[in-house]
Structure formats: C-alpha cells, structure tokens
C-alpha cells in the first residue's frame, strides 16, 4: 500500500492507505482526528470542512494523493499553546450551537472565511458559510460569532 | 409522603467479582479509582433494584447502598399533577426515578435515563440538581441514557425533560439533602442550619464528613419529614443561562459521538442495501473471492459485511453480486385517496397523551346552522429527519450479551428491540446511549443497533456500522404526510361557533382546538402509509397546527379582520393574548417595509402549557420567497435556561422552514428518489432569517418543554405572509412548489413530468 508524508496540523505524518482514500477518512478512521465529521460525503454539508493551505476545503471530496504537501488544518489544531482560538471563544461565548456535530465544519470555514475577510458583514458572513449545514439551526448565534471573533480576533 | 424505603447492603468483602460484560466498559471504565467498588454497586443495582427491604410508604422510594468509595441513592417519585396527565403512552408505570452516586473522590454522579441530543438536557438537569443540592453545577457529573446503570425515564422526546423529568429530579434531590444533612448533623453533633453539602461530603463548622462515612448509619435512616424543593424565587442555578456544559469539547471536536468510537479490535460493518425500498434480496449470486479478514454475513434479507477498515469493508460490499426484488410503491398521486379509503374511525382515548377524538357541543348541527361556512383542504408530505450525525452504532458482545454503544433517543426501547431482533432477553442487552449529534425524533428506534448486533455477533469482534446519508433516508423511517380536512362556521357577527376538524394519517398530538368555539369535533383518522413512518419533532402538532391556523386566517381574511385581533377575539387564555400582543408590538405588526412583494404573517400556539406566536416578514417575487426576519413571543412558564430556551426557539423556527418551504420526499415505482443533501434541500445559512426571541418568564408557572412547540407555527405563518403578499392560499406544504404551480403553471399539453 502507498505511504503518504502529511502535514496536519504542523505534525508530519505518515499513513499507508489507497491512493484513492478520502481525506476524511483519513483523518477519522486513520489518525484519530474525529473532530472532523462525516454528514453527506457529497460536498452539501460542510461537517468535514478542514483547510488545506489556508483554504476551506470538504475533506469528503479530496483523495489522499490530492494532498501532497499542502498543510492540513483540522478543528484540533485550533488552539495554541492550549489558548482556545478567538473563533473557539466566539462560539463558547454565543452558545453557537446545540449538539455541535457542526461546530468543527463550521470554525474551520469561519476560519477560511475571516483569513480571507477579516471584517466581513453579516450578509457576507451568512453567505459564504452558506455550505455548511447546521441541522439544530444555530445560525443566527454561528454569524454572531464569527462577527465577535473578527471583531476582536487578531490570529483570525 | 416523605418516608421511603430503604434498604442496606453491606460491601461483601472479598467477594469474587466475576467478570461481566455489562459492567467492564461504560461507567466502570470512565473511573479508574473506584473501579472495583462501583463494579460491584452496578452489578448488584442492576439485579436487585426495586426490590425494596422496608416499606414506608408507596410514594416515594429510596435504594441505599453503601459502597468502598462512595454509595448510591435512587430515589423513585410517582409523576404527579400536571405531569400524570401528561405521562407519554411508552412510559413505564407512571414513575421517574433519578439516581445519585455520592463519592468521596468522585464528582457526584446523576444518573439518569433521558439523553442529551443537543436540547441541552445534560445542563438544565446538571441545572435542577446543583440548584436543590446547593452545588455548582460543575460539581456533579451526568451519566446519561445507560440501560445498565440508568432509570428508565422512558425515553427523550416530546420535549418532556422540562415538564417532567426535571421536577422529578428536584423534589429527588431535594430529598437526598435533607437525608444527607440529617444523616450529617446528627453524625457531627451539629444543627442542621449550620451545614451545607460540598461536593465529596457534608461540611460542618468543626470538620467535613465525607459521604461513604454517612452510607453506614444509612441502614437506619429515618426519612426526612419533607423535603422542599428551592422556590423560584431563590434560584442561583436554575433560571440562568448556564451555558452548555459540554462547550469546550464541542469547540475542541473532542466531543465524541457514536460516530467517533473506537474500541480495541474493533471491526468495520457495512450493509449491503438494494437499490429499492424495503428491497428484499432475491439471489446472492457467487461473486469474486473477498480478501483476508473480510466477512459476509446474510440472514434472510439482511446483508452485510466486516472487515477490518471502512475502505476494505465498502469495497467488500460493492464487490458482492446480490440480485434485489422491489415492490412498487404506491403512486404518489393516491396518497390522498389511500388515506381516505383506509381510514379507521377516530377514538377517544380518555387521559391519553394525545387522544385522537376530542368533541364537545354538537358540531354537525351547529355547522349546518351557521350562516357563514368555511371548508378547506390541507395537506403536508413525508419528510425526513436529516441529523447531521447519521446512525451510527457499536457492537460488542460478550458471553452471550451485547453492548451497543449508540446515540439513540429512546435507549431502553431500543434495548428491546434488539432482546428481540436477537432472541435474547433484554437483560443481555445494555444500550449505551451516546450523546447524538442531533436526531429530532428520528432515532427512537434501533434498526442500527440490531443491525450492528447480528454484524458482531457473526463477526465475535466490536462492530461500528455508521449509515451514510442515503440510508438515513432509505433504512429509517419518515415524518407522515397528512390529509386535513377542515369545516367551520360562525354567526352573523363573525364570531367562529362550529369545528370540525379531520386529520388523516399525520397523527393526534396537538388536534385540539384551543380556541373558544363551543360546538368542536377534532379526530385522528389513522390510515395506511406506504412509507414508513414514526416520530418527529412536536408529532402531528406541525400538521394540526398548519391546518388550524391557516384556517383562522382564512376566516379573519374573509372577515376583513386583523388576524391578531381575531385570534384575541377567539381566546379566553390570557397567556396567549399576552405574547400575541406583546409580540406584535416588539415585531413591528403591521408595519412591515413598503415594498414590493412584501407583507407579514402571524400564527399561533398554544401547546403543552407553553404559549407562542410567530410573527415573519416576507418578500414573494414570482416563485421566490425570501424570509426577511422573525419575531417569537414564547411564554413556556418559568424559563429553567434562559439562553438554552432562545437556542432551542431558534433551531426549531430554523427547522420548521425547511418543512415548510421545500422539504419533501420524493419517491417513484420502488424508489426513494431525493436520498441525499444534494436532492434533498434542507434550511441553509441563506434559508434562515435572524429570529428574535421575546421570552416571557413565568417563573411561577412550572416551565413546559419548548424544544418542539416554536417548530409548530413556522409553515402558518409563512403561508399567511405569502397570501397577503400575493393574494395566494397556498393549503399543501411545502409552500415553494406550490406557489411555483400557481406562478408557473405547467404547460398543458407537457411531456412528462415537470422536474
Ligand atoms: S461530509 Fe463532506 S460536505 Fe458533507
Ligand atoms: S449544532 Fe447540531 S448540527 Fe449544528
């Protein structure tokens, strides 16, 4: 079987999986790195959001072999030095959610979003989440806290 | 009414603790340190509760246990008042039992039956214990949904924890302080005034006695006379918006689902699934040889495979050469008339959760007497749950018994369908239930976990099978579609005197008729469905709520009335004139933007003793609807979480648009057709306005759940929005292929379908 060198979350890491594995399961069934979830395997949910090479990317949608050295991002590298991420905060702050299955998805589109925007408005906001789904419908809290995190955010 | 029962068991020391696979993982494993002792209290729990040694009293009973490290407290309550009536039909014998591990190393532990699926049940029951313990809530621990160490509540739904299990969980842990401070003062020599419970024992002026001290004089214990439960006024922990507790594993994706469980060994399931609905498997025809390790398992229709990934069990799968039968479906465009045809009499069940006949006066003449009549139709079709976590399960067994760890609503129904999937009693099955990454009614019931039990069972290794998105659709079952047939009629003067009201198929919760109209005939009519169906948020009171309140507005729009004004005019309960009032003046009623195309809706609730409007401003432009913003007026009684109640609002209105607008089932000959989130639209960022929440708080009232009732008045309100905005009634949800009919008919002499 192949050997893919990664960089995830500024770790090197090697796995020995068919060039054709998603990223996700990767990362779930291989590295141990649940945080980021499966919802539809299909690009429409955006529970697997990871970033790859600062971009948001669906990791149900990207082969093993798509990823080369690109560093990859998940929910689990957020902190810093166990100091939550200002997006982290937000979403603590807010209560933006209910049984956070989305919530990884969510911070790192957020966080794709806000590298990109740093002060986005709220319809600029609500756009461009508009891929990740919320079933419990957290929405309005989800835009509250990605304002309040660009608000004050400085390593947003 | 205070006294209990009690009973003692003395730690048998040395006893040889076999090894039981109900008590090796789970709660055991959580905690190295008492590991031993707790093992043996579980065990012993799990045989021997409910037979009680002395008997005090029927209404209340205590189990006390003494432990090495700590002891256990059940203390079982009869549902009484309010929350008798409302005692749903699964519930077992009318009684709520909450369980207390007290430690001396150990956080206190709550045990208890209900699950957390994201309504925040583990806070506001974190919430209700800390208050009547005097603890903070970060000093107790919930454990939560364990068949094999938990009470059985009777399962998560119908927004039951407000009402129910969280005053049973008070007045329990209001009893097991007056215990604890009794057993405390007289073990100090102190008063009881001057003591208070902490988190690892009771502390005095002089010293702290710490629990497992107190278990030994429990034997004796004489119950406390009474035992109060914290009056509102005095709330520090309940009434506040305690946030989540679980927050930080949450933002961390440390949180970990069924989804994300991994036991040592374990293997992988996948099942192998026909392309039609209820496919049954005709042939398994010899296919190419699988690899090493790879296991098929067939049983009848049942096919599946394990092997040791995902990725070799989903191409073992796909390698298989299975020959599918299918039953054509019946056409959708006799949906209506099937209903009809197998329609059965409505009956009163008298004292039923939700009784499916409900009369008074004398409809049918009071009907046929009334100079102005009004009839409609509605109608609303299947739809589906969509948890964002699909089903997910592990399965191990050992020596003959399994344990399913599964984020299941309903785990001790589940227990039991699996006892019998699998031919064994219920005892041999533990359902762990893990907290679920949201489920809306859809995961009561256990096909995963029975099918993740026959997996393992062949496999004699843990299985995890987890659905992927089309099965959630396929192999799960559907909110029912529903046929409403509404008559009506009011006096010279406007004023509504005659109801009649047919509910086909969706169901009988919510039927009723709340308004005052004297003669009133509301009946359930359970039919035949072609698809299968089952739970939903709020049940059959989204239907029933759409038909009665579209009806209204069709009265007040023929009345040339003010909606809200006619409601107010049709309502004795002065809670529901409240928040149509006061919200209509917060929203802005009747002062919607000058523009095109843009108008405002209202509908109303008044449902398991919470009270609520919905006031929405819209903009229609040909087919299109665009939600601008929201108001809900939400009176639930007492708020027990302020900030979890405005979420649950909020995620409900956010849920209901998606059923309301575009949501539906769409299926042809033998085959679901829409089974995945690229063909099935459910509400986006995009879809959901920003919706304020007006909280009226009642802390004098007791609270009524409020995770399912704003779901119910979102598709009235909308509708009524749209007809003001576009002259439009539009009867059959979802609203946006409706109004597409209407703006964009089809051409007469079409080919085909319109897609
Ligand atoms: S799982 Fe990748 S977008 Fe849904
Ligand atoms: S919090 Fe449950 S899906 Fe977003």
Known sequence: ?156 | MAAFWTRFWKRRKGARVPESPHLTDGLAQARKSAYRQETEFARELYHHHDLPLYRFSVTRRALWQALGAGFLLTVSLPLSGQQEDAVAEPSPGKRLSARFLFQADAPLRVLTGKIEMGQGARTLLSQAVAEELRLPVDALQMVMGDTALCPDDGGTWASLTSPQTVPAMRAAAAFARELLLDLAASHLGESKPALRLTATGVAGASRTVLYPELAAMAANATPPATAEVTPAAEWKTLGQSVPTLDGQAIVCGAKRYASDLKLPGMQHGWMVRGPHYNSKLAVLREGPKLPEGVGVVRDGDFLGVVAPTRELAAAAAASLRPIWRGVSLLPESRLHEEFRETAREPVAQPGARYPGLITRGDPLNAFWSSPRRLESKYSLPYIAHVPLETRSAVAEWKYGQVTIHYGCQAPFLVRQEVAEAMGIPELQVRIIAQDSGSAFGGKQRGEIAVEAARLARDAGAPVKLTWNREEEFTASYFRPAGLLEVRSGADEAGRLRAWEFHNYNSGASGIACHYDIPHAWCGYHPARSPLRQGSYRSLAAVANTFARELHMEEWADILKEDPIAFRIRHTADQRLKDVLRRGADAFGWGRAVRMAGVAQGVACNLEKDARLALFIEIQVLGAEVKLRRALMAFDAGAALNPHQLRNQIQGAVAQGIGGALFEKVDYLDTRIRNARLSRYRVPRFGDVPDVEVLLIDRREIPAAGAGEAPITVVAPAIAAAIHRASGHWLRDLPLLPALDRIVNPPPPAADGPKA
């Open chain 1, 1 to 156: 079987m192949p050997r893919y060198e990664l960089n995830v979350n500024g770790k090197p890491t090697t796995v020995d999986v068919q060039p054709n594995t998603l990223l996700l399961d990767v990362l779930r069934d291989h590295l141990d790195l649940t945080g980021t979830k499966y919802g539809c395997g299909e690009g429409q949910c955006g529970s697997c959001t990871v970033l790859l090479d600062g971009k948001a990317r669906k990791s149900c949608l990207v082969a093993v072999s798509q990823v080369g050295q690109q560093p990859v991002e998940t929910v689990e590298g957020l902190q810093r030095d166990g100091k939550l991420h200002p997006l982290q905060e937000a979403f603590l702050k807010h209560g933006a959610f209910q049984c956070g299955y989305c919530t990884p998805g969510m911070l790192m589109a957020a966080k794709a979003l806000l590298s990109e925007t740093p002060k986005p408005t709220r319809d600029q906001a609500r756009r461009a989440m508009n891929g990740n789904l919320c079933r419990c419908g957290a929405y309005g809290r989800i835009l509250d806290a990605i304002l309040e995190a660009a608000e004050g955010g400085s390593r947003a």
